[in-house]
Nanobody, 123 residues
Framework: QVQLVESGGGLVHPGGSLRLSCAAS????????MGWFRQAPGKEREFVAA????????YYLDSVKGRFTISRDNAKNTGYLQMNSLKPDDTAVYYC????????????????WGQGTQVTVSS
């Protein structure tokens, strides 16, 4: 089973930046899509961003477009989510995921999940 471990979360003021990392270990997987989701208290886990194995064709939640950038370094088995211009509404636990489903926006398309890392945006 693939294991994903997020890091880089923390407390940041509005307008600040964070870079989340997702390190993969364990079995070799076949060209998974990598995604990021987030979950705020009392809300369902929502799609944030996804990227294909090749690094092309990225996809974003509308509210983070232009602020967040998803990337991956397959040689290092690591994915990233660069978050700029953070807003209080971005506060959530962020999860990285990997899978092979066709619908990048759906949680059901991802087979492996990290443990989550807390991002808090507050003044």
């Amino acid at each position: 089973q693939v294991q994903l471990v997020e890091s880089g979360g923390g407390l940041v003021h509005p307008g600040g930046s964070l870079r989340l990392s997702c390190a993969a270990s364990g079995r070799t997987v076949n060209n998974p899509v990598m995604g990021w989701f987030r979950q705020a208290p009392g809300k369902e886990r929502e799609f944030v961003a996804a990227i294909r194995w090749t690094g092309t064709n990225t996809y974003y939640l509308d509210s983070v477009k232009g602020r967040f950038t998803i990337s991956r370094d397959n040689a290092k088995n690591t994915g990233y989510l660069q978050m700029n211009s953070l807003k209080p509404d971005d506060t959530a636990v962020y999860y990285c995921a990997a899978g092979w489903g066709a619908n990048f926006y759906s949680r059901t398309s991802y087979n492996y999940w990290g443990q989550g890392t807390q991002v808090t945006v507050s003044s």
